[in-house]
């Protein structure tokens, strides 16, 4: 009796990390292909650009938009509501809050020491310079006009607190609208009723669909990253890395150290977890933080990674991550610090030990507050470089290579995410333990 082979279509799929690697590889290759050989100015490639590669790219990214502010919103109600209490919620929030500071201030101080001891500012060619500050002096004035309009101080705190939480999620005011979700949240904790309930099950319902219609969106995911990556490579090769090698070496070097070293310590020390089985295991979440330059956009995917493959309880890891896509952005903070002091070596700006404290105190907080979007952290590098006296309208000199840093310290910032959700549950799991032997 012969026994039957298993049928192509019964074989395992692809994981979608693989396809979104082949993607990427495919994207790069590609587009340094036609940028050698055709040159980014040629006619055809900038209408292949324009109207099929990078509205593909943008479609897929306003598709996952769509749907973040319902997925946050009852991602986070839901994981509040299934704590339980309000003491479990307090443990988890104080826990996350704290990691969050310290690990946020020791990404600023690794980026500010690099970038005072390598200086990569002072060795940028001055006429390249000039020429890369026309080309994005358009830009760059936006941006420094939209860093006016940050909120400041005690505005800053006044704006967590939406007075319309419909105006704040059309604004895409993510820290107001988890702030209605933490309220909701809470009230349904401290709420025990039937209609209470009823409530929370709509919710949860609410959350089932969102991760449902993206899990659909994901699937394009691959497409996209093809067409991320042929529009960089495409449109500015490797030239742009090299005119700023030392600047893009230092945040990538920066970011890398504190990738490899400080979530290796925090994971074994503070959760007793493996680095390595870690790592493996978010290999999907950071090849769709890499592609996307989101956490925002990443955070279905890094959700359903920290349930199906790390093991986190979904109620802390829903709290933890959907907190993090705003409030936890380590990689942001760090590219934040070094970019500041780049461009005051730039400018010939002496900042002192006391100038570079406020700088760091401030990227923590710009690191709690940016936008988890592409390109989400420049109106505070604006706003930073005017605090302490460095000509805001520099960021044009950065503009050519954001995309890509973007690209790397997103992928930090989730990888911080889900470190966090990783140490705090292991923190939970143990006070649960303690209370139940007591």
């Not at 690099?114 to 990569?120: D, G, I, K, R, Y």
């Not at 969102?210 to 042929?230: E, H, K, N």
């Amino acid at each position: 009796m012969s026994v039957p082979t298993p049928s192509a279509s019964a074989r395992e799929p692809l994981p979608l990390h693989w396809k979104m690697a082949i993607g990427f590889t495919l994207g790069l290759s590609l587009g340094l292909f036609v940028y050698y050989s055709a040159g980014s100015d040629a006619g055809w490639v900038q209408a292949l650009t324009k109207y099929v590669t990078q509205p593909a790219g943008q479609l897929f990214l306003r598709l996952i938009f769509m749907l973040v502010i319902p997925l946050l919103f009852s991602a986070l109600v839901v994981g509040i509501a299934e704590m339980g209490d309000i003491r479990s919620l307090g443990r988890v929030g104080w826990r996350t809050l704290l990691y969050t500071v310290l690990v946020s201030g020791i990404a600023v101080v690794i980026g500010l020491v690099l970038v005072n001891w390598l200086e990569p500012g002072a060795g940028v060619d001055p006429a390249v310079a000039q020429q890369m500050l026309d080309e994005g002096s358009e830009r760059a004035s936006a941006i420094v006009r939209s860093s006016v309009d940050q909120p400041t101080g005690i505005d800053m705190v006044l704006a967590i607190v939406p007075d319309n939480v419909i105006r704040a999620a059309a604004d895409n005011a993510i820290l107001a609208v988890m702030f209605f979700a933490l309220m909701v949240g809470i009230g349904l904790v401290m709420t025990k009723s039937p209609a209470a309930a009823t409530l929370q099950g709509t919710i949860e319902g609410l959350f089932e669909v969102s991760m449902t219609l993206i899990g659909l969106v994901i699937r394009l995911a691959p497409y996209a990253v093809f067409c991320f990556m042929f529009n960089l490579a495409a449109l500015f090769g490797w030239d742009l890395l090299v005119r700023l090698g030392s600047y893009v070496m230092v945040v990538v070097l920066a970011l890398a150290l504190h990738m490899l070293v400080v979530y290796s310590l925090l994971l074994k020390l503070a959760g007793g977890y493996s680095p390595i089985a870690f790592f493996k295991g978010i290999q999907e979440a950071m090849v769709m933080a890499f592609s996307t330059a989101s956490s925002n956009a990443t955070l279905p995917t890094a959700l359903r990674v920290a349930e199906e493959r790390l093991g986190l309880p979904r109620q802390i890891s829903r709290f933890v991550l959907t907190v993090g896509a705003t409030a936890n952005q380590n990689g942001t903070a760090l590219f934040e610090g070094v970019t500041v002091l780049f461009l005051a070596q730039f400018f010939g700006v002496e900042l002192s030990l006391s100038q570079q404290i406020i700088v760091m105190f401030v990227c923590i907080l710009g690191g709690i507050g940016t936008a988890g979007v592409p390109a989400g952290s420049l109106p505070v590098v604006a706003l930073i470089c005017a605090m302490v006296g460095v000509p805001p309208e520099g960021i044009g000199l950065i503009l050519g290579v954001d995309r890509f840093l973007d690209m790397c310290r997103t992928t930090l910032n989730v990888t911080g995410d889900l470190a966090i959700a990783t140490v705090v549950s292991r923190g939970e799991i143990a006070a649960a333990g303690s209370l139940e032997a007591a």
